[in-house]
């Protein structure tokens, strides 16, 4: 990626961390820039691309996230489950963008999928099929939490706590 283009995806997240996905246009992203819209197409092809190298990101930086906690406490789903929601709480709208509509699996970086999930599957032995329901349990709490679906007196420690013991006694 040029340095142009960098510039062009650092100016991305910055828009979509303040204002979410929907404001996330190739017209803003450009006004951002003080160019005109028609300057960013020089680098990307369409505002897909540009998202899918903010998905990349997200990917990356979760990833480290949780191979991070997988070094502090190998083994253990609690730690990682706490590194994805913390990940995840802090960067609500990089989040939604990247898991709220199917993943462009094809134009992103070969194998960052997979360096994503290898935490969470180490930690659940091999299983492929529990590593994915723990991650569609995480997933549902970090979301519900993100969109205000919980009553503010709910105990969310408790919840996962609960969640993840149920899930991997």
């Given amino acids: ?54 998905i990349a990101q997200m ?16 083994g253990s789903l609690q730690a990682l489950a706490d590194a994805y929601r913390t990940y995840a709480l802090a960067h609500p709208h990089l989040y939604c ?17 997979d360096r994503a999930a290898l935490p969470l599957l180490r930690a659940c032995g091999g299983d492929l099929d529990l590593a994915r329901t723990v991650w569609a349990f995480a997933h549902g709490m970090v979301i519900l939490e993100i969109h205000g679906r919980f009553p503010d007196d709910a105990d969310l420690a408790a919840a996962w706590k609960r969640g993840l013991k149920a899930l991997h006694p």
Avoid: N, W
């Fill in 59 to 74: 990917l990356t930086e979760s990833a480290e996230a949780l191979e991070t906690a997988e070094v502090q406490a190998p």
């Fill in 97 to 113: 963008l990247a898991t709220e509509r199917p993943l462009p699996r094809a134009s992103l970086p070969p194998g960052l999928e």
């Fill in 1 to 54: 990626m040029t340095g142009r283009a960098r510039e062009i995806v650092t100016a991305a997240r910055t828009l979509l961390e303040e204002s979410g996905p929907a404001v996330l246009t190739m017209r803003a992203l450009a006004d951002r820039l003080g160019i005109k819209a028609p300057s960013l197409y020089k680098h990307f092809p369409d505002k897909q691309a540009v998202e899918v190298e903010l």
